[in-house]
């Protein structure tokens, strides 16, 4: 049963806050003070930034060279997750997606309302990544000479990021190649900090890190009727032997266990991360009565740090995509925060090892997430539907297009196919995103 309690405690904060500065703006005490009301988003505008904004974009050529590129990072983004999205659409009638359809709350990438993003790692790394793809938008506007009428800050009870808002006129007037550098430049920015926290986590942070011992951790253990539970095995320590074969991965575990017969008994040896013994155990295997598999009864890890740099092992996640898609799901398979009780069976060695454990851990957590919802941002911005910047750039895209297809046609009937073809796609993104909550419960 799902328990709904964080989510009624979520929205009664939102419609308390709302409420609250709804009546502070209906008594005209927000606008004096440059705040402003949008639903649930409170908005404060300000003109600083814009001097440090114009500073940044004193390089014109190098940051029209960066939109140039960034025009390419951003298509490239937005054919890869609309084909991620058509292949996701082909699998969400299969076994194994009905028999777990998709949480609406996981659709969103919100702290707080997304169960699987950590509040405090969310906030944090949703907030870096709105401030830097908004700093970049504005950044490009001035090196195309838009003038950026101000900047500020969102906040929904929390601060949740920041916007820049250039001089719509002047962009309307705008070239569309320098109009999509102007937005493909907020989504690229995002997916190069997706790349650079993702390398500081996996080839800085988590390689210093490394299991206490190979092996196959115990986290816990089925019931009161455990084989390996009534043979005195302890949780937080690590299985390196089965039966007589040594376990040095998981793969081994499970290659171990499937040339045991269920009802007998068997020789387990563990190790203890705590005191770094051995122990010698003989368990009875027990069995699952649907599939009939030998069972120890305990609650399994993989103990390898493969999953946090799969790069360096792509063949074990089938190839490259899948290493990467093994890695962006890390949340979804629970190892995303790292935390207990993962690393009870880490050690961190080399410089690392002299920061106190729990300011490491933070440390780390925070580069994958500042990964993550970059990643997320950025992939999700890419996508060709307004009023995403991907639409922009697509619909601009398409403008161009159009106009070489059919040299001479009249500015008014190139426009109309250009929105008709603009909402077609905004709307198959849209078909594709709410598929896959609606084809697993049909």
Known sequence: MVDWTPYLIAVAAVVLWTAFFAFLQHRKLLEPR??????????WRTGRGRNLIDRLARPKRFWRAFGDVSIVLVVA????????????????????????????????????????????????????AIVLHEFCHGILARAVDVKVRSV??????????AFVEP???????????????????????????????????????????????NGVGIVGFSGPDSGALKAGLQPYSIITNVNGT??????????AMAEVRPNTTIAVQTYNVNNGTYFDAAVTVGYDNATGRPLLGIYALDVSTDYYHPLTNPDRFGGVPGAILSYIALPFAGRAPIQDPEISFYKVSGPFAALPPAVFWVFTNSLYWLFWLNAMLGATNALPAVP?????????????????????IRAEDRDRIVKQVS????????ALILWQLIGPRI
């Open 34 to 43: 440059n705040l402003s009301l949008a639903g649930p988003i409170l908005m």
């Open 77 to 128: 983004a937005m054919v890869g997750t609309t084909v991620l999205l058509l292949w996701e659409a082909t699998l969400v009638q299969s076994a194994a997606v009905r028999a777990n359809p998709p949480s609406p709350d996981l659709l969103l990438g919100l702290p707080g309302i997304n169960r699987l993003i950590p509040l405090g790692y969310g906030v944090f790394g949703l907030a870096v």
């Open 152 to 161: 500020g800050a969102i906040f929904l009870v929390v601060p949740i990021g």
């Open 167 to 213: 001089d719509e006129d002047e962009m309307r007037r705008l070239p569309p190649r320098q109009r999509s550098r102007l937005y493909a430049a907020g989504p690229a920015t995002n997916l190069l900090l997706a790349v650079l926290f993702g390398f500081l986590f996996s080839s800085i942070m988590m390689a210093a890190v490394t299991p206490v011992h």
């Open 246 to 255: 040594e376990v040095n991965s998981y793969s081994d575990f499970v290659n």
């Open 388 to 408: 995403l910047d991907g639409g922009y750039v697509f619909k601009d895209g398409m403008n161009t297009l159009v106009s070489r297809l059919r040299r001479g």
């Open 423 to 430: 909402y077609l796609f905004a709307l198959l993104i849209l």
